[in-house]
């Protein structure tokens, strides 16, 4: 394959990166903004001991990148290159709070949660060159004792082998709404009837994609959280994971 030399500079460096245990089990967790992946994901790991990977993340640490080093998101390539080069790490945050996120030696977990920095990472998302260049950091996440990954395409792309697939959707509303009070309780103020707009566009934009487009896996279970509380969710994933791991010899 001949690669322009942005894309293959940017191949090679990815391959530096340290590679995953393709052994080790995989739980994806896909789904649109605010179906609960997030809060899903991060309390499995908890229970069951695992390491967590939010891709989203990624994106959005991308996107935030990009804009504060004046790159033009409409530039591909560019945005691509800052992705493989990102030096960035996740701490595990206390009880109940999310991971924290470190650029360089700037904390910027707060920063990269706001729905303008969701919007950024949706749009920059569409790049095959920035996914091709997410991708093996993803997969290198891929650990002993096992893996808890979420984002809109772990089931379908990055980890197409996982042992345990969940698509965890819910309704605009009921998303809008919770990202509401989210937003509220990090201190953004955001209309609702503006919020809701926001999400739908997103939704659009991460199903219509042509690239790694978010769909349930074919082998995906799919949970509609609109009127389950979390906590529900997690016993019912938890279960079934548990079960299945203790089945075995
Ligand atoms: N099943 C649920 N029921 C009610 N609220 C939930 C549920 N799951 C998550 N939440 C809340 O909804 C908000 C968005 O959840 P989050 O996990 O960040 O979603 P996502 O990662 O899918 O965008 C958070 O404030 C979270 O506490
Ligand atoms: N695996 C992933 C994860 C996120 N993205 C893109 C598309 C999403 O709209 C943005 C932000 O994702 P993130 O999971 O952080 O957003 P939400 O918490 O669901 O609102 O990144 C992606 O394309 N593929």
Redesign the pocket.
Same mark, same amino acid.
């Given at each position: 394959m001949i690669q322009a030399p942005d894309q293959q500079a940017a191949s090679e460096r990815a391959s530096n990166l340290p590679v995953g245990n393709p052994t080790a089990p995989v739980v994806t967790i896909? =789904?649109?903004? +605010? !179906?609960g992946? +997030?809060t899903l994901a991060v309390s499995l790991a908890r229970r069951l001991n695992w390491r967590v990977l939010? !891709? +989203?993340?990624?994106?959005?640490i991308t996107a935030l990148s990009a804009s504060k080093q004046g790159v033009d998101l409409g530039h591909a390539a560019a945005v691509a290159n800052i992705a493989t080069t990102l030096d960035v790490s996740f701490l595990a945050g206390d009880q109940g709070q999310p991971l924290r996120v470190i650029l360089g030696q700037q904390d910027i977990t707060s920063e990269?949660r706001t729905e303008a920095c =969701?919007?950024m990472? !949706?749009t920059i998302?569409?790049y095959p060159e920035v996914?091709l260049a997410l991708l093996q950091r993803?997969r290198a996440f891929q650990e002993a004792p096992g893996l808890v990954a979420? =984002?809109?395409?772990?089931g379908t792309v990055?980890f197409p082998n996982a042992q345990f697939k969940f698509y965890v959707t819910a309704s605009a509303e009921v998303r809008a709404q919770r990202?509401y009070q989210q937003l509220k309780q990090q201190g953004e103020i955001v209309r609702l009837p503006h919020l809701l707009r926001e999400i739908q566009k997103?939704d659009e934009?991460?199903t219509q994609?042509a690239e790694?487009p978010?769909l349930p896996a074919e082998d995906a279970l799919v949970i509609d959280t609109s009127e389950l509380p979390a906590l529900q969710v997690l016993d019912y994933v938890a279960e079934i994971v548990e079960k299945t791991l203790n089945q075995k010899p």
């Open positions: 896909d =789904g649109p903004s +605010g !179906s992946k +997030g939010d !891709s +989203g993340a990624l994106y959005r990269i =969701g919007a990472a !949706s998302a569409v996914r993803q979420d =984002g809109r395409d772990m990055v990202r997103r934009r991460d994609r790694a978010l």
